[in-house]
């Protein structure tokens, strides 16, 4: 796989390509995909690869990059084919590549996947909500002003600790959203999803405060007793980040370069679709119960061969 001159220098190392090489191509052609970094996109983009592969003779390669600019500017360049779950607000580059946010049209979305994606920051029922509930006035992101002494640890002072979004190509804008807001906290990034969901656990196990980010679709929402605070409606997304996130579909997309080549692939790409209830299932097996990837998402298309062989025609 080439890499060309457009893929930033930071980005390049993070790349990480299983599979095989495009002059091996197959029949069917070669569709480079995205193993993104959460997850749920990696369900996604997993089923999406194995139905290429397996049933239409692809030669797919994944690769591993990370999400949100690295990767488009990556498949603008002609080095990733295939992207899964993209979530419109949480990426400024789109208006750079896809014509439907004034870009050059150079990426293309290939539809809506099934999947709607919410985002907030959330907190546990129990410091909101019953008998002796320390913050019972907590329902807005602009309320944690008034709470700040019961968030605060030994490494913010006399501030509050958000735990932010966990990795910054998320391009989540934490602190930012919290010095607009007036909110007198520190934000704070673990580094990895898995970091991330472990610190909330453990805090909830303990009864302690904590204020975190997360998202819908998750296992996170079975496991823990959570309460979203309300924040202000994103809009147009001029307001970003003194807003929310919009509650939005999650999209596929490719190079236009690709589509062109490749419109029976293509399509069958646009007529996938995923709901939250059954990634939910399969992200639990393998972040919860520890099971393999490639495992579960056999397992699922052994078990639901009509609805991914509906993709197909």
Known sequence: MRFSKSVTSAAVPAIMVVGLGVGQAAAGGVAVVTVPDWTGGIVSCQLLANVLEREAGYRVNRVTIPSGAATLEAMAGGDIDVGCELWPSYVGAKKKYFT?????????????????????????????Q????????????????????????????????????????????DQQRADDYGVPFDAVMLGSEAAHWAEMQGAYKRGEA??????????????????????????????????????????NYASRE??????????????????????????????????????????????NEDVWKAWLN
Not at 113 to 127: A, D, F, M, T
Not at 267 to 278: A, V
Request: glycine share 10%; charged share 20%.
């Open 130 to 173: 019953g008998t002796g509930a320390p913050a019972p006035g907590l329902r807005a992101f602009s309320d944690l002003a008034r709470y700040t002494g019961l968030f605060s640890s030994l490494e913010t002072g006399d501030r509050g600790r958000l735990i932010g979004c966990p990795v910054a190509n998320w391009e989540c804008a």
């Open 210 to 251: 904590f204020v975190a980010y997360a998202w819908e679709p998750h296992w996170i929402h079975v496991e823990l007793d959570l309460v979203a605070l309300e924040l202000d409606d994103y809009g147009d997304g001029s307001a970003w980040p003194k807003s929310g996130w919009a509650v939005e579909p999650m999209l």
């Open 100 to 128: 439907e946010w004034g870009g050059d049209g150079s990426l293309v979305l290939l539809g809506e996947n099934g999947l709607i994606g919410k985002s907030s920051y959330y907190v546990p029922r129990y410091l909101v």
């Open 258 to 303: 690709w589509v062109e080549a490749n419109p029976e692939a293509a399509d069958i790409i646009r007529r996938s679709t995923l709901t939250n209830e059954q990634q939910n299932a399969m992200i639990y097996d393998i972040d919860i119960k520890g099971r393999d990837l490639n495992e579960v998402v056999d397992e699922w298309m052994a078990a």
